[in-house]
C-alpha cells in the first residue's frame, strides 16, 4: 500500500499540479500514521504555513508540536536537529550506526511557500540538514508542493529526498523536476501517481479518502484537552517531556 511505503521511506517528496491530490495523499499518509503505528513507537510534527492542511491533526496523541508561523515553523526545524544531535550522541556510546528508538515524522505542507517566505533560506538550510543526517537517527521528513520549480526549490534539496511522488503535472518539464523523467503530465486528474524511489519507477493508485474521513480519524486520536502550539519557547519543552522525549 502507498501509505505504508512512503513511511518506510527514508524522506519523501510529493508534488503536483493544483487540484492532483496533494491534500488526499498526505491525509492518507497522516491517518494511515495515526491509525497503525503506536505512540510509543513514533510521533509527528506538523508544518503547516497555510494553517490548514494539517489543524485537524494538531492535538491527535501521535502530534509533538504543531507549527504555521514562521517563528515556530524555525523553532520546530531547530528541535529537530536537537533531537537528531542527540540521537548521534547517543549512537556514539552505544558504538550502534542506526538509532533504534521512537521515530519521528516531519510533515510539511506547501515546501515552495516556505521557500519564497522572509525566511526561506533560513528554513532551506535546516530542512536540508534534517534530510542529510536524520535518516539514521529515525527522522523522515515527508513534504508536499506544486510541482517544484527549481528557481523556488532548490535541486540540491530536492535531491535530499529519497523517494518522490509525482502526480498530474501541466508539462513533462514539470515531471522531470520532480522525478527526473516525463510520464506525470499524462496521469489522470487525480487517482494516480508515479512513484519514484531507490528501486525505480512505479505507478500507483492513490486510495481516496475523504475530508470528513480524515476529520473521524484525528477525533478518534484526539488528547481530551488542547495543547498550546503557538509560541516558539513551548516546542523544545514538548521535545523535551515524556510522552516526546528527545532520545
Do not use: W
Not at 514562521?70 to 556514539?92: C, F, H, N, Q, S
Not at 526561506?120 to 534530510?131: A, C, S
Not at 534539496?157 to 510520464?183: H, K, M, P, W, Y
Not at 481516496?208 to 488528547?223: G, L, N, P, T
Amino acid at each position: 500500500m502507498i501509505y505504508r511505503d512512503i513511511l518506510n521511506a527514508p524522506h519523501t517528496l510529493i508534488a503536483g499540479t493544483t487540484g492532483s491530490g496533494k491534500s488526499v495523499l498526505m491525509n492518507g499518509i497522516i491517518t494511515t500514521f495515526i491509525e497503525n503505528v503506536p505512540r510509543e513507537k513514533a510521533y509527528m510534527v506538523l508544518i503547516d504555513p497555510k494553517k490548514v492542511e494539517f489543524s485537524i491533526y494538531a492535538n491527535t496523541e501521535h502530534c509533538a508540536a504543531y507549527a504555521d508561523e514562521l517563528p515556530t515553523i524555525i523553532a520546530a526545524l531547530d528541535t529537530a536537529i536537537d533531537v537528531i544531535g542527540d540521537r548521534y550522541e547517543l549512537m556514539k556510546k552505544q558504538r550502534t550506526r542506526r538509532y533504534t528508538g521512537r521515530e519521528v515524522y516531519i510533515f510539511v505542507d506547501e515546501l515552495a511557500d516556505l521557500m519564497i517566505s522572509p525566511k526561506g533560506k533560513e528554513i532551506k538550510t535546516k530542512l536540508q540538514k534534517i534530510l542529510q543526517i536524520g535518516r539514521a537517527a529515525g527522522v523522515h521528513v515527508i513534504a508536499a508542493t506544486q510541482a517544484p520549480n527549481r528557481k523556488v526549490i532548490p535541486a540540491e534539496l530536492v535531491l535530499n529526498f529519497t523517494d518522490r511522488i509525482a502526480l498530474r503535472c501541466l508539462s513533462a518539464i514539470e515531471s522531470r523536476q520532480i522525478i527526473n523523467a516525463s510520464g506525470a503530465e499524462s496521469l489522470p486528474r487525480y487517482g494516480e501517481g508515479i512513484y519514484m524511489s531507490p528501486n525505480g519507477y512505479e505507478k500507483v493508485n492513490i486510495p481516496f479518502i475523504s475530508d470528513a474521513q480524515a476529520e473521524s480519524i484525528a477525533r478518534k486520536h484526539s488528547v481530551s484537552s488542547p495543547r498550546p502550539q503557538r509560541r516558539p519557547s513551548i516546542l523544545a519543552a514538548l521535545f523535551g517531556n515524556s510522552r516526546f522525549a528527545r532520545a
